[in-house]
């Protein structure tokens, strides 16, 4: 069985929102890498997580059995405001990642990468160590744009075993990277689990393209405004028109029904 963390959690459609700040996200996952034998993953969740997981409830058990599912957007912060939690507060994916990074070094924390396309990893890495020379990182590998077959899921294990990172850091687009945290550490639970730290996955999505420079980040003055999504269509609007077009009416009905009580969205 997978570790998850005791924090409350706000229930949106549903999904539990884990009730953290950037402070108290940065400690709970800290106490964890501090922790023999925990593990497990964290989501970093917004709408679009959210709607995903309206029609599949395999997915919306993944994020509800996480270590935390963390608010990455803002109106998973009104919802979990209104539910009574008033410090609640957005933890940007590229936000989340590099504060642990930094964090990190105090405590010589060792980091895994693992995702993007090519060359992305080897990138994100060399920037990685420029900004912080002292930063570890145990492993790169950049996966195949399919599932792995077992014998590289065994090739992945022996390589987290090899390394010992307190970190796994996986950089997917939503869904594929909670299914394959969820899946792969239930699958590999018994042989990653140690008697000598925690380890907890996270999945960070187009923060490696952040971090790496690939691709801008929204202004600090968008941010936490509840318009980052419009930032984000007019840098990619091709690949996101139709994503945004969908799931942003059917979340504000969604919200509209959970707060009336027209519908009951259980966290199960």
Same mark, same amino acid.
């Given at each position: 069985?997978?570790?998850?963390?005791?924090?409350?959690?706000?229930?949106?459609?549903?999904?539990?929102?884990?009730?953290?700040?950037?402070?108290?996200?940065?400690?709970?996952?800290?106490? @964890?890498?501090?922790?023999?034998?925990?593990?497990?993953?964290?989501?970093?969740?917004?709408?679009?997580?959210?709607?995903?997981?309206?029609?599949?409830?395999?997915?919306?058990?993944?994020?509800?059995?996480?270590?935390?599912?963390?608010?990455?957007?803002?109106?998973?912060?009104?919802?979990?405001?209104?539910?009574?939690?008033?410090?609640?507060?957005?933890?940007?994916?590229?936000?989340?990642?590099?504060?642990?990074?930094?964090?990190?070094?105090?405590?010589?924390?060792?980091?895994?990468?693992?995702?993007?396309?090519?060359?992305?990893?080897?990138?994100?890495?060399?920037?990685?160590?420029?900004?912080?020379?002292?930063?570890?990182?145990?492993?790169?590998?950049?996966?195949?744009?399919?599932?792995?077959?077992?014998?590289?899921?065994?090739?992945?294990?022996?390589?987290?075993?090899?390394?010992?990172?307190?970190?796994?850091?996986?950089?997917?687009?939503?869904?594929?990277?909670?299914?394959?945290?969820?899946?792969?550490?239930?699958?590999?639970?018994?042989?990653?689990?140690?008697?000598?730290?925690?380890?907890?996955?996270?999945?960070?999505?187009?923060?490696?393209?952040?971090?790496?420079?690939?691709?801008?980040?929204?202004?600090?003055?968008?941010?936490?405004?509840?318009?980052?999504?419009?930032?984000?269509?007019?840098?990619?609007?091709?690949?996101?028109?139709?994503?945004?077009?969908?799931?942003?009416?059917?979340?504000? @009905?969604?919200?509209?029904?959970?707060?009336?009580?027209?519908?009951?969205?259980?966290?199960?």
């Amino acid at each position: 069985m997978l570790s998850s963390s005791t924090i409350p959690r706000a229930n949106v459609l549903g999904v539990g929102i884990s009730d953290v700040t950037m402070g108290s996200a940065l400690n709970e996952v800290e106490n @964890a890498a501090d922790t023999p034998g925990v593990l497990g993953y964290v989501t970093v969740t917004g709408v679009h997580g959210v709607i995903e997981s309206q029609e599949d409830p395999a997915l919306k058990r993944i994020h509800n059995r996480s270590y935390l599912s963390i608010p990455d957007g803002i109106p998973m912060v009104w919802m979990g405001r209104l539910q009574g939690s008033p410090d609640m507060e957005q933890v940007c994916g590229p936000e989340f990642m590099p504060a642990l990074l930094e964090r990190g070094l105090e405590k010589d924390r060792r980091h895994f990468l693992w995702g993007g396309g090519d060359g992305v990893v080897e990138r994100l890495s060399s920037v990685l160590k420029e900004r912080h020379p002292k930063l570890r990182i145990a492993g790169t590998i950049t996966p195949p744009f399919r599932p792995l077959t077992n014998e590289e899921e065994l090739e992945l294990v022996a390589a987290i075993r090899a390394s010992k990172p307190h970190y796994f850091w996986v950089g997917l687009s939503t869904p594929k990277q909670e299914r394959f945290m969820a899946g792969f550490l239930e699958r590999h639970a018994e042989a990653l689990r140690s008697d000598d730290q925690g380890l907890l996955f996270f999945g960070v999505g187009a923060a490696f393209d952040f971090q790496a420079g690939l691709v801008k980040e929204a202004p600090k003055w968008i941010r936490g405004s509840g318009f980052e999504w419009l930032f984000r269509l007019f840098m990619d609007p091709k690949r996101l028109w139709k994503r945004y077009l969908r799931n942003n009416p059917r979340f504000l @009905a969604g919200v509209l029904a959970q707060l009336s009580g027209v519908k009951a969205y259980p966290m199960d």
